[in-house]
């Protein structure tokens, strides 16, 4: 009796087993089979099996990572083509499934054999798991969606999914081209025209808006900025339509990141190219403030050197804050960004190093600019040169030379080598004209004509301070005549110097005897002494004189 009823319970074992089994062997029975062989022996492979078909646009293949079973035979390959479509926007949006995290053991999850949960989307106050479990299907185990998930794929599409697109013709999410389906192209494509469109009317209605505000007021910075506005306005408005319109296309999480990046960057640029020209119009209108009530002009040149030197380090500062905001989006940057601030002072130093002459030409820029050794307009003497200034940056100095040259000078130069400077304090300079001359020529008739110069044709270039002629050198031929003379700056100094030269040698060639010349004196030769003789002279008559002394 026994042995009976143990067979008995074994047989109602094995058909309850079948009977079970049975809905397994015909799991997505209904469907095509897949044009190749399908991987779904993990939740790992399963879940990129399904994230890969879906995004090359194979919803036929992807339809066989659901289960689909709770739907008629006749029905699965359209609506499991449409559900694969859903899932995908779905998960593309609000669900970024790292899977590297999902578990590539057939098993699955250790606590829950036949589930692998993905994570969790919010829906109307509760989450919606979507959850990866393990069927039969021919005798075999594989992991696709359960049902539970794929029966919340419509009501998530209908709360996070593009439902305007499948109002469009099939063929506009048929397929994928590099990632993105016909319709969401199309829609980038409007979205990048509308946003440049909208983006240039809201700049003009903007800028007239606030430049008709700026002309209630006297002050003309304000309608300056307002015309800086122009340009670095748009990129906003740009990037921010640019962000509203991609997240009406539900595009992949991927291709958003990429629609976020730019419109960031975009917001970045704008913003440092607004501070340049805000830089630039507020450097101008100091400047011409400061010319205009200004009426020292050495004061004058020196806060224009100031703001020009200040104006580059707040250029050279915005550039580098600009160039860190764009490159700390990317994860690789951030990292080294991080190390670096774990190891600040070993970095400090290498890049101290490395970088020691660069720096110690940025720290020049500044300290000139504190010191003013030399300011935009003074006049200077370098390398026997001389020039004005007329550019000072951070690194090196433009001096135009007098011939309309120009010459690059490092900044370091002016804080390591003597120069002369011939407008540090004032401009008003003495210049010297000097001439050689005769002993016999008039100094005080040389003075009355330096006089009658200054006050006639060089009256114009004479600023009436100083004029004297002197002296300067007695030589052994000739004297050296020094005529000193003032001007109002080193221009009218060089061309009074050269006129005074021109008309005192004039007035030399009018009185030649007071040119140098050399003098010569012809005298008649001594008459020789007569030669000794040996034999005695004969006796001197009495009235003669005493012969000399005899020479031997």
Known sequence: MMPRVRHAWTALLLVGCVLWTLPALALNSGLAPPASPMDRQSPHAAAQGFLSA?????????????????IPRAQQPERGAQLARRLKFVLDRKLAIDLASVSKAPEGDPADARFDQLGVIPLEGANVSIRLQRVTQDSALVWVFSESTVRMVDSLFEAYGPRVAEWMPPFFFSGTVLGLEPWQWLGLLVTLLGALGLSLLLERVTLAIALRVARWTDATLDDQLVEAGRGPLRLPFFAALLVVGTSFLLLPRPVQTVANRVSYSLLIVSVAWFILRFLRVFAAFVQSRVSSETQDAARARSLRTQFAVLRAVFEAATYVVAAALLLMQFEVVRNV????LASAGIAGLVIGLAAQKSISTLLAGIQLSITQPIRIGDQVVVETEFGTVEEITLTYV???????????????????KPFQNWSKVSPELLGAVTLQVDYSTDVDAMRAELKRILSGEAQHLWDGRFQSVVVLEAQDRTLTIRALVSAANPDKLFDLRALVRERLVSFLRAHPQWLPFTRTESRQAPTPLPEPRDDPQPDAPQDAPPPGPRMS
């Open 54 to 70: 879906a995004h090359r646009g194979d919803y036929a293949t992807a339809a066989h990572y659901l289960d689909l079973d709770f």
């Open 337 to 340: 960004g991080v190390s670096l």
């Open 398 to 416: 433009v001096l135009r030379v007098w011939d309309q040259r120009r010459m690059v000078i490092p900044i370091t130069y002016f804080l390591d």
